[in-house]
């Protein structure tokens, strides 16, 4: 009998202990976050993906209740930050701020991208969305996209572009497709070096980002010919879509992002996709974003994560269509 009874007690005992273990991690879930939250951006201080992530950091502190930090990874194109958090524990604490170029763009164009986009991460949200600007310098005879094409024909010896990195490469050969223009690429080391390339007539033309462009195109010293996709940038009125232009082919929205580790609990992925919308549209945030001609966006993770997979595919097919080769 007092055999049975000693059973009977480590059995009961056991079967507490195991309701206590199912139990724990549902109510670590529930008080997420307990502790700081780690950013991590593939990219040094003062470029656009670290403003952006810090303008959201510090809002996401004061929703989650803790401490929201940012943490420059810089190296290999933002690479080596997405291959850190696709390596990191999947419990909401170290997340990845990253733009269009390390996620859909690099899936796209490297055969051996060491992670994939939306297998080892989950999308949490948009931060914003923007397009790009085609530019030239203000002594370029064009003022729209069919003249430069044809002054490029007229002058291919002088033909062509910066870029950093896939992001700038792939928009201007999706118009060089377009147009049937020639232009050689130039590489560079940013978007500040770009523009100033175009300025100095080191390079022809250049397709780049807005936040640099913005200025010098309301100073006078670039021409904007148009900015790509179907809508005109509010910065610029009247700068005209690659629509209105007549080539609805060069539709390309930039992005930047949220992520967290695959194998993040639905429980947190849901606290954090809710809390970064309410960052992100929070009115000192958005009009912080729409100062740098970024466009909040509404797009829910499962949304986000149809955009990075259709942006994909549009990017691959660029790639084949010029026969572009990239390295890692």
Sequence with gaps: MRLAHCVRALLAFAALALAALTVAPACAQSDYPTRPVKVVVGFGAGGGTDILARLVAAKLSDILGQQVVVENRPGAAGHLAAQYVAGQPGDGYTLLASPIGPMSISAAVYSDLKYSPTKDFIPLAVIGQFPLILAVSSSNPANNVKELAAYAKLHPDKANYPSTSPTFVIPMEALKLATGMPAVMIPYKSSEEMILSVMQGQTMMTIVDPPPTVPQVKAGKLKALAVTGHERLPELPDVPSMAEAGYPSVDIQVWSGMFAPAGTPPAIVAKLAKSLAEAIHDPTVTARLQGMAISPS?????????????????????????????ED
Excluded at 300 to 317: A, G, H, M, Y
């Design 298 to 326: 509404n797009d829910t993770p499962e949304q986000f994560k149809e955009l990075i997979e259709s942006d994909i595919v549009k990017f691959r097919n660029v790639v084949k269509a010029a026969n572009l080769k990239f």
